[in-house]
């Protein structure tokens, strides 16, 4: 991914909050749950529910998402493209981190079985 500190800097300042309603209506619209959309955050941040909504009411940024989260050590096995950039080749940390976040979202969106999603 070619991309700039403008974007990176872009993606560490969105907040989590304003773009999980995004992910909920993209995987409700394909027949999924939000227990499903957690236990794929969860998978890969662990979080638990409660400190999701936590989070969620204190309008973290990504950045601040990912410094407290502990990634899964299969995170890295999360590889495709996504928005038009192949994941493994994004180079800042923080946005590959949210890409993963966004992959797996798709995945749950495009009915994919839920062992295959969390890399089992």
């Avoid at 027949?31 to 973290?60: C, M, P, S, Y």
């Avoid at 050590?73 to 923080?94: F, M, W």
Wanted: hydrophobic letters at 40%; glycine letters at 4%; one cysteine or more.
């Amino acid at each position: 991914m070619i991309a700039n500190d403008k974007h990176n800097e872009r993606i560490a300042q969105l907040t989590f909050a304003s773009v999980y309603p995004h992910y909920v209506t993209k995987i409700e619209k394909k027949g999924r749950t939000i227990a499903e959309l957690h236990q794929v955050i969860t998978w890969l941040t662990g979080f638990d529910d409660k400190q999701l909504n936590e989070l969620i009411a204190e309008k973290v940024s990504f950045a601040d998402f990912f410094d407290k989260a502990t990634l899964n050590p299969k995170s890295s096995r999360i590889t495709g493209v996504i928005c038009g950039y192949r994941i493994e080749e994004i180079e800042n940390q923080l946005t590959r981190q949210v890409r993963y976040l966004d992959k797996l979202v798709d995945e749950l969106a495009k009915g994919r079985k839920m062992e295959k999603i969390l890399r089992a």
